[in-house]
């Protein structure tokens, strides 16, 4: 079962995307802020994909995601935004793909999927 750790700052956003995403057999450990809890929930689960919501300016998610591309360079981390330039600028702030809001899930689900398959592929060039 794949994990994933989902951020997202909306309770009721946050709940919707949990129950998809667990509908679709992923494992969720989910969180509303923005702060060491992230990493601690990374370090402690080992996700095969990171959501992090990107607000306004996403200086906090862009913040956390270089923390966590540090610390695990080959971890995919996607950007959950309602911004209408994400698909312009979210490559040049680390993250490894974005997730437009309102989300379709059937687009949410290709992304994990192929981020997960690219995660996997790299898995078993070490092992």
């Known amino acids: 079962m794949e994990t994933i ?10 709940e919707v995307l949990t129950i998809a ?3 679709e057999g992923f494992k969720v450990f989910a969180s509303q802020n923005l702060d060491k809890n992230i990493l601690d929930l990374v370090e402690k689960q080992k996700p095969h994909v990171v959501m992090l919501d990107y ?11 270089k923390l966590i591309r540090k610390k695990y360079p080959y971890l995919p981390v996607i950007a959950l935004s309602c911004n209408s330039n994400i698909h312009n600028i979210y490559s040049q702030q680390g993250f490894a793909d974005y997730i437009e809001k309102p989300f379709d899930l059937d687009l949410l689900y290709a992304v994990l999927r192929k981020h ?9 060039k070490f092992v």
């Open 21 to 23: 995403l667990q509908m």
């Open 116 to 124: 997960i398959s690219k995660l996997s592929d790299i898995v078993d």
């Open 55 to 65: 607000r306004l300016k996403g200086d906090a998610a862009i913040e956390m995601c």
């Open 5 to 14: 750790v989902v951020q997202e700052t909306d309770k009721e956003v946050l």
